[in-house]
């Protein structure tokens, strides 16, 4: 049996239905470990090859006791994934990911932690109690329609381009379909980049894929992205492909973010009104991109100290990062800088990617055992609140 497929049929119901007959069906139960966590696992609401009820499973299958869903833009899975918890004896938290201005403070010039623009930056709402769920994604729905005239304009920007080469795009027709928009998820530059990658073989085929990124988009690969590329029996070719132009072709079509963008004070605002938990995402400086879709750049490390000021006077309330992307030394710098600002710390390995494991290894380290921790206080506390 295909089980990702199983979990991913057309409707929560189906996915839900599917999953309780895999539960009923075992005979043996998975280990479940007392380290790993995980709270920030992107869905097919914003972009992943797992739909809410798969990645629950896939994530007890890795021996996970918690997991956390957080979508781009969209907090529509968050039922179908705590009932996916339910059913699969798994702890969850919700939440949402979004990009903010950073207008107005010290901060609004400068690459963040974002790697395409300038001032804007990610957050997320971590710990949303449940009976608000659905008064944040009302919140978010103009922001995402926002989003799909910008995407739009981008889809036109890679016609633009690339219609000599033998690729045209359709919005409605080419990128609409390989999202969940019509049941409230969002649209991101992934599945214009998913689209353009499904034109790109379709007309290329698999083996004359690393040629036409070559010569004719002119993208410097490296020999890792040239191995992986060039093996015809990569099971993530699809994946590994999206990494390259996610990260090297985006600027070439970018247009800035603006009005999908809610300012930092707008967010900070809804999470008070829901309680939820108001979180900065940070990245750090890149070298080797973990996820494969991050640019190598400089970006919040070189002033540290100024951000998390910024971060007190905007009331964020944690700072949540992937122990797995950046190094020791810079990760015990945000951590002291947490603990003498009173922020909370939350992991989350940004799993949206079947190349990506659902395990951090690093949470087996001394340094990041509150990790876990404050995983089970976030669900406590969100239960509490629910």
Request: net charge negative.
């Given at each position: 049996?295909?089980?990702?497929?199983?979990?991913?049929?057309?409707?929560?119901?189906?996915?839900?239905?599917?999953?309780?007959?895999?539960?009923?069906?075992?005979?043996?139960?998975?280990?479940?470990?007392?380290?790993?966590?995980?709270?920030?696992?992107?869905?097919?609401?914003?972009?992943?090859?797992?739909?809410?009820?798969?990645?629950?499973?896939?994530?007890?299958?890795?021996?996970?006791?918690?997991?956390?869903?957080?979508?781009?833009?969209?907090?529509?899975?968050?039922?179908?994934?705590?009932?996916?918890?339910?059913?699969?004896?798994?702890?969850?938290?919700?939440?949402?990911?979004?990009?903010?201005?950073?207008?107005?403070?010290?901060?609004?010039?400068?690459?963040?932690?974002?790697?395409?623009?300038?001032?804007?930056?990610?957050?997320?709402?971590?710990?949303?109690?449940?009976?608000?769920?659905?008064?944040?994604?009302?919140?978010?729905?103009?922001?995402?329609?926002?989003?799909?005239?910008?995407?739009?304009?981008?889809?036109?920007?890679?016609?633009?381009?690339?219609?000599?080469?033998?690729?045209?795009?359709?919005?409605?027709?080419?990128?609409?379909?390989?999202?969940?928009?019509?049941?409230?998820?969002?649209?991101?530059?992934?599945?214009?980049?998913?689209?353009?990658?499904?034109?790109?073989?379709?007309?290329?085929?698999?083996?004359?894929?690393?040629?036409?990124?070559?010569?004719?988009?002119?993208?410097?690969?490296?020999?890792?992205?040239?191995?992986?590329?060039?093996?015809?029996?990569?099971?993530?070719?699809?994946?590994?492909?999206?990494?390259?132009?996610?990260?090297?072709?985006?600027?070439?079509?970018?247009?800035?973010?603006?009005?999908?963008?809610?300012?930092?004070?707008?967010?900070?605002?809804?999470?008070?009104?829901?309680?939820?938990?108001?979180?900065?995402?940070?990245?750090?400086?890149?070298?080797?991109?973990?996820?494969?879709?991050?640019?190598?750049?400089k970006f919040e490390d070189g002033y540290l100290d100024e951000l998390?000021?910024?971060l007190r006077a905007l009331e964020v309330d944690a700072v949540t990062?992937?122990?797995?992307?950046?190094?020791?030394?810079?990760?015990?710098?945000?951590?002291?800088?947490?603990?003498?600002?009173?922020?909370?710390?939350?992991?989350?390995?940004?799993?949206?990617?079947?190349?990506?494991?659902?395990?951090?290894?690093?949470?087996?380290?001394?340094?990041?055992?509150?990790?876990?921790?404050?995983?089970?206080?976030?669900?406590?506390?969100?239960?509490?609140?629910?």
């Amino acid at each position: 049996m295909d089980v990702l497929r199983f979990l991913n049929a057309t409707t929560a119901g189906e996915r839900l239905s599917n999953l309780q007959t895999l539960i009923d069906a075992e005979t043996e139960k998975p280990p479940v470990s007392d380290v790993f966590v995980n709270n920030h696992i992107h869905t097919t609401y914003s972009f992943s090859p797992y739909s809410p009820t798969a990645a629950v499973w896939f994530a007890r299958m890795a021996t996970l006791p918690a997991a956390g869903i957080i979508d781009h833009d969209s907090i529509a899975g968050a039922r179908e994934f705590i009932r996916a918890g339910e059913i699969a004896g798994v702890a969850t938290t919700v939440g949402i990911e979004c990009r903010v201005s950073m207008r107005g403070t010290p901060l609004e010039d400068r690459y963040i932690n974002n790697t395409d623009q300038k001032g804007i930056a990610y957050m997320v709402l971590h710990g949303v109690p449940h009976g608000e769920i659905e008064r944040v994604q009302a919140h978010f729905a103009p922001y995402r329609a926002h989003r799909n005239d910008r995407n739009r304009r981008m889809v036109r920007n890679i016609n633009a381009l690339l219609e000599d080469a033998g690729i045209r795009l359709d919005f409605e027709r080419d990128v609409l379909p390989l999202s969940q928009y019509a049941d409230g998820g969002s649209v991101t530059e992934r599945h214009l980049i998913c689209a353009l990658c499904r034109a790109i073989v379709d007309m290329c085929g698999r083996a004359g894929t690393v040629r036409f990124l070559e010569d004719t988009l002119s993208l410097p690969l490296s020999d890792k992205q040239r191995a992986q590329l060039g093996d015809a029996d990569n099971p993530y070719f699809d994946y590994d492909l999206l990494g390259v132009l996610k990260s090297a072709f985006v600027s070439r079509i970018y247009v800035p973010a603006t009005d999908e963008c809610m300012h930092a004070r707008e967010l900070a605002a809804l999470a008070k009104e829901t309680g939820a938990l108001l979180c900065y995402a940070y990245l750090g400086d890149v070298t080797d991109s973990v996820t494969g879709d991050k640019r190598s750049g400089k970006f919040e490390d070189g002033y540290l100290d100024e951000l998390f000021e910024t971060l007190r006077a905007l009331e964020v309330d944690a700072v949540t990062y992937m122990p797995s992307r950046n190094t020791l030394a810079q990760l015990r710098r945000v951590q002291a800088l947490c603990d003498a600002g009173g922020f909370l710390q939350i992991s989350g390995e940004d799993v949206n990617s079947p190349r990506q494991s659902f395990v951090c290894e690093q949470l087996r380290l001394p340094e990041f055992r509150r990790l876990t921790d404050a995983t089970w206080a976030l669900i406590e506390r969100e239960r509490s609140m629910s």
